[in-house]
């Protein structure tokens, strides 16, 4: 029985064929066998790089949600930001020294 608030599958049908297709085609795990150094090959978990057994869904609620959180400075968006701004700034400065370099 489906809810009508759940999504529609990306298949529906009777060929096991088909469905094992779709099943295959997903995206698969990036991680590494410890032993063997082969890559895993299970599917990712969806939104995720990684499958169930490499950590997929692991660690505390990200943001606002985790009880460590307090002003947001250490958030992975504010560190892509400051990341943005120092790469902007270091060609901004190459920029620079370019010029004063042509100058003198
Ligand atoms: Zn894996």
Do not use: F
């Not at 505390?60 to 250490?74: L, Q, T, V, W």
Request: hydrophobic share 35%.
């Amino acid at each position: 029985m489906t809810r009508p608030h759940m999504h529609k599958p990306a298949w529906q049908g009777t060929d096991w064929r088909k469905a094992m297709d779709l099943a295959h085609s997903a995206p698969r795990c990036t991680a590494r066998c410890k032993h063997s150094k082969l890559p895993c090959k299970a599917p990712a978990v969806k939104q995720w790089t990684v499958c169930r057994k490499h950590g997929a869904r692991g660690g505390g609620p990200m943001g606002e949600r985790n009880g460590a959180y307090r002003h947001g400075r250490c958030t992975i968006e504010a560190k892509a930001l400051e990341a943005a701004a120092r790469a902007e700034r270091r060609e901004t400065m190459a920029l620079v020294t370019a010029l004063l370099k042509s100058l003198a």
